[in-house]
């Protein structure tokens, strides 16, 4: 926000007309919810759109496939599972938070089960 230009405002006074900067900011949760709404967006051109519809398939396809071709040992195994719990709590944290991602995660989250489907 340091790199935009602040909005002056002319107050009619009594000595004729005083600037005031406009203090309109966002609020800490606005900023919260906008911030993912970005993150979470898909991409406008094609390319990026097709790229990073691949990626959210294949990159849970791989790891998938390594975990049930691999020997992982058993306390990583268990990190694994806790980190996907707490990233299962994220996501429904944000599908009630910010209802405006709620489609878009929604596609997401099948997408990543697709390529979770495919590793098995």
């Known amino acids: 926000m340091a790199d935009e230009q602040k909005i002056v405002v002319e107050v009619p006074s009594e000595r004729g007309y005083s600037p005031v900067a406009s203090t309109t900011e966002l609020s800490r949760l606005e900023e919260f919810k906008k911030g993912w709404i970005n993150a979470i967006a898909l991409p406008d051109n ?24 691999i020997p ?28 405006e991602v709620r489609d878009i995660l929604l596609l997401r989250v099948g997408l990543v089960a697709v390529g979770v489907l495919l590793g098995i």
């Open 46 to 69: 094609l390319p990026d759109l097709a790229y990073t519809l691949a990626s959210t398939v294949t990159i849970p396809a791989l790891l998938s496939s390594c975990w049930v071709s």
């Open 72 to 99: 992982i040992p058993g306390f990583v195994r268990l990190g694994v599972l806790g980190a996907l719990a707490i990233a299962g709590i994220v996501t429904l944290y944000l599908r009630q938070a910010v209802p």
